[in-house]
């Protein structure tokens, strides 16, 4: 019976060591040398060489001891239930890159989409769809239009649906399984960005996913230290076909992870199932407590309600739950979403609290609320992203509590506040409402 997923993290690369190391060592090589004995040296295939977790050391940009553990580990993880005697070839299966963004690239790379179907999400990926379309004029249409759009769309075999879940910066969730069949009825593939989703809430194969993507940034690194990539392909002859020239395409796009960060994600998945499941748990009891406020019951409804308009979160979608409590049966996303009822609120609030630093991106074991309209200039000026870390959710209720009640006080007899525009550059970022100094 395969192991869980805790132990899986500490364990699942024990069968790759030769040193006596408890704590893996940290190779920062870049080159390799070959061996001595001229009879054992293989010159290079003319057919080209096949690359994967065996492959003899060569090059840091081929193949390094730290990003080889790296994707032992994420194994089985990403295919849960998988029997060990299948892991070490199912580990080629998982290709890491230097970050989200360039697993993406590859992805476009790979496949050479003539239309995509993606919906809002992370707008770094409508970044790297703007470069294809410079490059060779990609089109997208609405993940959420109906097939008469897809069909004029043109969307077809070979094509990408591009499904992020749950959704940056909301943390809503969407049936995995409904775009898988979608987009298999057109003979288009289903990507899925599973970034807010990391495994042991959800596993993306299970209900139809062709290639399942991660920023290994968030909650694989989880300590805020590390920019890494995820691309996974399925099991079988296809996943395995896929994979390998994955791995080889990765060598000419140079999106290779550097090897330090190879071991810093090592290191992270050590605490992986402790981390998610603990920021899942908070996430969850905070938005519960939020909602409950919101409702008008509870001694903290008055404080919460001057100034949080809605929030948004999985653990709030009650009437998907028939479909989302089996997607997601490990627990709901670790982000959720505040909406406050004035930018300036939005703006001003992360500078009232204590625990949770403003900052962008997510998934460190620090919780992080971010004004999302530093980082992202099309979502809505009162969107406040917050990143639940693996603190005391209770210590973190009573900061954003105090923060309402300061939030509340300094906002009295203020009734009609401007549009806030953001001016970013030169080191630091400058918001000017309507009526005031620039």
Known sequence: MPF??????????????????VAPAIHTSTTFRYPRNPDLLKPAPVEGEYLDLSTPLVYSRLTSANINRLETILAPLLFPGTSEQELEELANHVISYSSGLSAFHALLVNVVPKVIAISGGYHGCHGVISLHKKMHGVKT?????????WEEAGLGKGDIVHLETPLNPTGEAYPIQHFAERAHKRGALLSVDATFGPPGLQDPFQWGADIVMHSGTKYIGGHSDMLCGVLATPKGPEGAKRA???????????????SLEGWLGVRSLRTFELRVQRQSSNATKLVEWLHTSLSGSGPDADAVKK??????HASLQTSDFDWLKKQMPGGFGPVFSIYMHEPLQA??????????????????????????????????????????????????KQDLLQGFKKSAEGEQGRKNIGRVDVQIGGGRAKGVSDGAQG
């Open 4 to 21: 869980a997923q805790a132990t899986l993290g500490i364990h699942a690369d024990d069968r790759v060591n030769v040193l006596t190391d």
């Open 141 to 149: 249409v609405d993940l959420h239009a109906d097939d008469a759009a």
């Open 244 to 258: 390998r020239i994955l791995r080889e395409e990765r060598i000419f796009l140079g999106s290779v992870m550097g």
């Open 307 to 312: 100034v949080v308009k809605h929030i948004k």
């Open 347 to 396: 703006k001003s609030f992360p500078s009232k609290l204590g625990l949770f630093h403003h900052a962008t991106s997510l998934g460190g074991v620090e919780s992080l609320i971010e004004w999302r309209r530093m980082s992202d200039a099309d979502v809505d000026e009162t969107l406040l992203r917050v990143s639940t870390g693996a603190e005391n959710w209770e210590d973190l």
